[in-house]
Every structure is written in structure tokens, then in C-alpha cells.
């Protein structure tokens, strides 16, 4: 079995901000349990991290050029797992509370250059064997921009392990001032358009797109799409150029933290065999929204990073359209701003339709899932998403745009797909606030239909979302860059 070293800078329920943690939280599980029992996982000694990380110990202390004072690295376990944690310990760069990336305004942490280099730096000193410690990865798997220096670095290397890049979302790309590229040290080969440049700027994530062995992202869809201008950020080039490195695979779920039939967080358990079950907890997610509660009237529910990613733009523009119909809506979401605000103001002019809370709440995520009717995500572009696959499992009928991993998750409710008992939801395409209310009236519509409408809950809460398949494809892409190395001269 391959020796994995897995380089991450968010991992459930260590610290999580998105579906960044979601995956790196459950993804070395998986692997662990089809026996790559060898996998480290590797991520900033964040405070919220240590706290949760069991018991610590220092596994070794090491100097990196540029640092006044020493690193640690110290060895815990992903809760509840067998995963062995490593946590990089340098309390100047990662000894500061609240998010991992902002600030307590919602601005970057201005080190945040300084601070992902010295996850890199470690990561590539632990992968070249340069650190006291027996263990050596086969396989450097890194994950977005914050891990991108990995590849460059490990590719100026000549004895190095081969190294495996995901993307899980191109828009944030780590760019950086030129001055930046000098302050961290790198090697001056590295300043070119092949390499970490980017219009004039530094940019982490090109060290992983340029360098990595093998580009992976998040959905087979989301793969295709980056390769065009329209998905591709600026990078369609350098990923059409790559394309022969480049594949998708769909991500799992953690099935058993995301299972209405086991779910602590819910007021009522329930699973396809107990679907009554499911309505205490709508009536509970009204109450607890203070909307009227009324098992009658349809709830739509939304959950997500308050960003022009997820189309909250599109939600603004639709919301009187929306509020004439005989709905509610109740999201949960934090992020830009202005999103946050213009939501709130409209809580108050649709009260007892729309409401609002502002906030990350991870126990409200699910009883959103659990408790409404039907899911909305709207994105402009979504790598994979995985609040339509929760809601999938939940019986909750996703309404998204066809994008991404959404449209490779999603099956629309057409009359063929209905009749085939395919269908698992709604789907629609232009990024337009018609094209959402259409795809909203039509679920309504639907939704009229009881028969149809379980046969579709059903159909979702049927499928299966863990990582067995996914792990397996990415085990399989391991043992196969491993074989690829060993033939070469
Ligand atoms: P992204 O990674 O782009 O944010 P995903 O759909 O892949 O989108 O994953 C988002 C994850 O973060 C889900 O587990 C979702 O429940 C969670 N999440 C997002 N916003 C919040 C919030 N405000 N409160 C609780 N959980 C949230
Ligand atoms: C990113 C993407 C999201 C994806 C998640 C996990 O944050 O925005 O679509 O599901 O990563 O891969």
C-alpha cells in the first residue's frame, strides 16, 4: 500500500470553513479503511485543531531557514478516527483564533503568504526525509492553493515522492505581490510563466496546476468546465495544456455524520422506511426559523458561504418573484457583507416567508436538511458541492443549476427521468433569476403529486454517496502514478 502524506489546510472536525474540511475529514478515512492504513495527515496547528485533536505529542522539533524560532511538529488523531494528525506548530503564524484564513473584519490574514509556505516547507522537508522522523511518503496529496507550493517546491527534487494536486476550487488562487515571491525565499527558476507567475502576481495555486504529477478535481463535470474561459479563472490554458494529467472524481460523504436515520442533531429521526418522521422536523425548523408553522405550506431551505460563487446574487434579484409564491424559505449562511445584509433587510420586508440567520451553525445545517422540503443552490460554478447530496440523502429535493458537480449529482425531474424513477430533483441552466422561479414552480408543481414526489425522495435517499467508490478511484490513481514512476529510468 502506498505511503500517503496528506497535506490540507481545513479537516473536519479539526476546523472546518467549507467543503474543504468535509472531504479532508472523511477522505482519509476511507483510504484508512481499505487498509492505506500508511496515510499522514498534515495541517496548521490551529488552536480550534489542538483543542480537538486528543492528546498531543511532539513527534519533532526542527528549524526552517528564515524562522527566528523553532517548528513542531506534533502527532494527535482525526477525532474519532484511527487517522494519525500531524499539526505544524509555529504560534506566530497559527496561534490566533476564529477563522483560519480572515481576519475578525473578513479580510485575509496579511501573513497568510508566509503562513501556507511554511505548511509547504514542512510538507516538502517530511517528503525528502529531512525532518527526525523514520516515516516517508510515497505520494504528497495536496489540496488548493494553500498547498500549491508543494509541487513546485518537490519538483526542483530529483529524489522526491510523486505528488497529487485536487482541486477544490479554482477562484481562490493565492495570488500574491511579486515583493511576496522574494520574501519567501523561493527558488528564482520558479519566477516564470511556466512556473508561479501569474500576470505579474505570485500565485500559490499555479504551483500546484504547473508542477503536480496529477491534477484531480472535485467532480468530473467541474473537470471539463475549468478547461474552458468561461470556468477556467484565467487557467483554462494552463489546464487545457495539463488535460492528459487532469481528471475528476466525484466526492463521497461522510454517510454516517450525514444519515437522517442516525443523526443526533435532528428532532426525529428518520429513513426511507420512516418517512413520516421527517415532518416533526420541519415543523420544528419553522418554529425555530419563527415562521408559521404548517406542514401544508412548502419550505425551501438554503445553507452555504454567502459568496457570488453560490449565486446569492441571483436569490437577491428572484426574492420578490420567490415571495409571491405560497412558500417559505429559511437559509443559514455566512460570508461577504453585503450578501449578509441585503438578506437581512429582506428578512424584515417578507417576515413570517424569509427568514435569515447569519452565522455558522453546524447543528442548523442539519436540521435545514432534515426540516425543509426542498434545497436551493443556485450557483454560478460549484467544483462538487455537497449540500445537494446531503439533501439527497435527506429526502430533501435539491433545486440547482447545472453546473459542476451539481449537474453530475442532480437528476432533473423530466417527464422521461420521472417515469424511469430516475429523477432525484430540479435543475436549470442559465444563471438567471427566470430560470430559478421556473425551476421553483415546477417543483411546486410537482410537489402536487405525492406519489411522484416520495417516489423522488426515495430516489435520492437510495443512492449511494460514500467515499467507496470515490476512495477507490483515488487509490487507483495512486498505485498507477506509482507504477508510472517506477518505470521511469
Ligand atoms: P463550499 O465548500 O463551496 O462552501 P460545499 O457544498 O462543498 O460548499 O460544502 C459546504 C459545507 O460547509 C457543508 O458541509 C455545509 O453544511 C457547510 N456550511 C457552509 N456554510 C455553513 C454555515 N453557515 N453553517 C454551517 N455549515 C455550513
Ligand atoms: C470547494 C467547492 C465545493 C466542493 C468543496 C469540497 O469549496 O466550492 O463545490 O464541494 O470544495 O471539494
Redesign the pocket.
Known amino acids: 500500500m502506498p505511503r500517503i502524506l496528506f497535506v490540507v489546510s481545513e479537516a473536519h472536525p479539526l476546523i472546518k470553513t ?3 474540511g ?2 479532508a475529514g472523511s477522505l482519509p478515512v476511507a483510504l484508512a479503511a481499505r487498509r492505506t492504513d500508511d496515510l499522514r495527515l498534515l495541517l496548521p496547528a490551529y488552536p480550534e485543531a489542538v483543542a480537538r485533536a486528543g492528546q498531543l505529542k511532539t513527534l519533532a522539533r526542527f528549524s526552517v531557514d528564515g524562522l527566528a524560532s523553532p517548528v513542531r511538529l506534533l502527532q494527535g488523531r482525526l477525532p474519532g478516527t484511527r487517522v494519525v494528525t500531524w499539526l505544524v506548530d509555529f504560534p506566530p503564524a497559527y496561534d490566533r483564533p476564529g477563522n483560519p484564513y480572515l481576519d475578525a473584519r473578513g479580510l485575509p490574514w496579511p501573513d497568510n503568504a508566509v503562513r501556507y509556505a511554511l505548511l509547504a516547507r514542512t510538507a516538502v522537508m517530511l517528503a525528502l526525509g529531512q525532518l527526525p522522523i523514520a516515516w516517508r511518503p510515497d505520494i504528497v496529496h495536496c489540496h488548493d492553493w494553500q498547498t500549491g507550493l508543494v509541487p513546485a517546491l518537490l519538483a526542483q527534487e530529483k529524489n522526491r515522492p510523486a505528488t497529487v494536486f485536487t482541486i ?2 479554482l477562484a481562490y488562487q493565492g495570488l500574491f505581490p511579486r515583493d511576496t515571491f522574494n520574501l519567501l525565499g523561493l527558488p528564482a527558476a520558479l519566477w516564470s510563466i511556466d512556473g508561479l507567475e501569474f500576470h505579474g502576481q505570485l500565485s500559490f495555486l499555479k504551483g500546484g496546476l504547473a508542477f503536480a504529477d496529477r491534477l484531480t478535481t ?1 467532480s468530473p463535470g467541474y473537470a471539463r468546465e475549468i478547461q474552458t474561459p468561461e470556468f477556467g479563472a484565467g487557467l483554462d490554458g494552463l489546464l487545457r495544456h495539463r488535460a492528459d494529467r487532469l481528471s475528476g472524481i466525484l ?1 463521497g460523504i461522510d454517510d454516517k455524520t450525514w444519515n437522517p436515520a442516525r443523526d443526533p442533531l435532528l428532532v426525529r429521526r428518520y429513513s426511507a422506511h420512516r418517512l413520516r418522521d421527517k415532518t416533526p422536523n420541519k415543523l420544528a425548523l419553522q418554529r425555530e426559523f419563527e415562521l408559521p408553522v404548517n406542514p401544508e405550506i412548502p419550505l425551501i431551505g438554503m445553507v452555504g458561504r454567502m459568496v457570488h ?1 453560490k449565486g446569492i446574487d441571483l436569490l437577491l434579484e428572484t426574492l420578490p418573484g420567490l415571495m409571491h409564491r405560497p412558500i417559505q424559505l429559511a437559509i443559514l449562511g455566512s460570508g461577504e457583507a453585503g450578501y449578509e445584509e441585503a438578506l437581512r433587510v429582506q428578512a424584515k420586508r417578507y417576515a413570517g416567508q424569509l427568514a435569515v440567520r447569519v452565522g455558522y451553525d453546524e447543528r442548523l445545517a442539519h436540521r435545514i436538511e432534515a426540516g425543509a422540503d426542498m434545497f436551493l443552490m443556485p450557483s454560478r460554478f ?5 449540500n445537494q447530496i446531503y439533501s439527497l440523502r435527506y429526502g430533501t429535493i435539491p433545486i440547482v443549476r447545472r453546473v ?2 451539481l449537474a453530475d449529482t442532480v437528476t432533473d425531474a423530466t417527464e422521461a427521468k420521472l417515469k424511469a424513477g430516475e429523477a432525484t430533483g430540479f435543475v436549470f441552466d442559465d444563471a438567471r433569476g427566470g430560470a430559478l422561479l421556473a425551476s421553483v414552480d415546477r417543483a411546486l408543481a410537482l410537489q402536487k403529486n405525492p406519489r411522484r414526489w416520495k417516489q423522488m425522495m426515495l430516489t435520492g435517499m437510495r443512492q449511494e454517496f460514500s467515499w467507496r467508490h470515490s476512495a477507490a478511484q483515488y487509490l487507483a490513481l495512486y498505485k498507477q502514478i506509482l507504477r508510472e514512476k517506477n518505470r521511469k529510468p
Open positions: 467549507g467543503g474543504l468535509d472531504v477544490h476550487n472535485v466526492n460563487q460549484e467544483p462538487c458541492g455537497l459542476g458537480g
